[in-house]
């Protein structure tokens, strides 16, 4: 069964940096696309990042291009999004998630088919 634990979620003041990891189990992670999304306080759950599974190729949100770098270590089994220059608006829980297939890069979130618990990110002012 697929386990995605996240963790490096806390407080930070605006412009601070944040890294968050997700260890996930029970997959072949070197197989497997990985993505983070983020859902602030009623707003529906959106995408913010995803990485191919060799971490060839990169995708973001224009949101937070520029100040968000997503990469993996597959010999940890382990994908992170580093957060930098940090506004109030990306005040969210931020979740990891895999596809529900190998070898497939989702272009929706009902591509994704296994979710972590998340993770909660507060940027003050």
């Known amino acids: 069964q697929v386990q995605l634990v996240e963790s490096g979620g806390g407080l930070v003041q605006t412009g601070g940096s944040l890294r968050l990891s997700c260890a996930a189990s029970g997959l072949t992670f070197s197989t497997y696309a990985m993505g983070w999304f983020r859902q602030a306080p009623g707003k529906e759950r959106e995408f913010v990042a995803k990485?191919?599974?060799?971490?060839?190729?990169?995708y973001y949100a224009d949101s937070v291009k520029g100040r968000f770098t997503i990469s993996r270590d597959n010999a940890k089994n382990t994908v992170y999004l580093q957060m930098n220059s940090l506004k109030a608006e990306d005040t969210a829980v931020y979740y990891c998630?895999?596809?529900?297939?190998?070898?497939?890069?989702?272009?929706?979130?009902?591509?994704?088919?296994?979710w972590g618990q998340g993770t909660q990110v507060t940027v003050s002012s």
């Open positions: 990485i191919s599974w060799s971490g060839g190729s990169t």
């Open positions: 998630a895999a596809p529900r297939a190998s070898y497939y890069i989702p272009t929706v979130q009902t591509g994704y088919g296994h």
